[in-house]
């Protein structure tokens, strides 16, 4: 039962212009959302986050939307530079008392074409 | 710089051979994970513990142990290793509290043939 789903295996776009990974989960209870950036060879790497009670979070290029009527999360990337080229993924997880675990989707593979 | 460590970037395994991974972080995080991750599959979780000597089974942790003997390390344990435990694994840490998400080591790449 895949809890945080990311439809979209793949994702290519021009250096410049805007990236848009979406993400869509099932479970209403999850109240923190992160977005993670791996590339080859190395673990993933923390990129933004947002809190359920929000429904965006900025951080310079790296922009985070929340739905949550609809159960969707949006990362959007812009501009979108090469070195953006990595697979992403979103994860979610449920308020815990500091005993938090992450569920992860199935990641994203941006590509940004030069 | 802060770092969780995995031992071993690439291990080649006999099927049947009993396989440990292990993981040390230095930043006295309390919580440690053990994930698996494979294409099309994202990253899936096998293990986690969140203090010494404890540990709580996680989505996949079917042929699987852990061992928690001290704060820093947290090894994964594959009792009998069968090619389907072919994968990535990645181990992570976190002080708690989602906001500041994971730290992930480097991973292991482990080939059971």
């Known amino acids: 039962d895949q809890q945080v789903k990311q439809n979209s295996p793949s994702l290519s776009v021009q250096e410049g212009r805007i990236s848009i990974l979406n993400c869509d989960y099932t479970?209403?209870?999850?109240?923190?959302f992160l977005w993670y950036k791996k590339y080859p060879a190395e673990g993933p790497t923390f990129l933004i986050s947002i809190s359920s009670i929000k429904d965006k979070n900025e951080d310079g290029r790296f922009t985070v939307f929340l739905n949550k009527s609809a159960k969707h999360l949006s990362l959007h990337i812009v501009p979108s530079q090469p070195g953006d080229s990595a697979v992403y993924f979103c994860?979610?997880?449920?308020?815990?008392?500091?005993?938090?675990?992450?569920?992860f989707g199935t990641g994203t593979r941006l590509t940004i074409i030069p | 710089d802060v770092k969780v460590t995995q031992s071993s970037r690439y291990l080649v395994k006999r099927t049947g051979e009993k396989v440990f991974l292990e993981c040390v972080q230095d930043?006295?995080?309390?919580?440690m994970f053990w994930y698996r991750q494979d294409p099309g599959l994202g990253l899936r979780l096998i293990y986690f513990?969140?203090?010494?000597?404890?540990?709580e089974k996680g989505d996949i942790p079917e042929g699987y142990s852990v061992s928690r003997e001290k704060k820093e390390r947290f090894s994964l344990i594959l009792e009998s290793a069968s090619t389907n435990q072919t994968s990535m694994y990645l181990c992570?840490?976190?002080?708690?509290?989602?906001?500041?998400?994971?730290?992930f080591g480097s991973g292991t790449r482990l080939t059971v043939v």
């Open positions: 992570a840490s976190s002080s708690g509290g989602s906001y500041y998400g994971y730290t």
């Open positions: 513990s969140y203090d010494v000597k404890m540990k």
């Open positions: 930043m006295d995080h309390e919580n």
């Open positions: 479970n209403s209870m999850f109240d923190y």
């Open positions: 994860a979610a997880s449920v308020a815990n008392f500091g005993n938090e675990k992450l569920t």
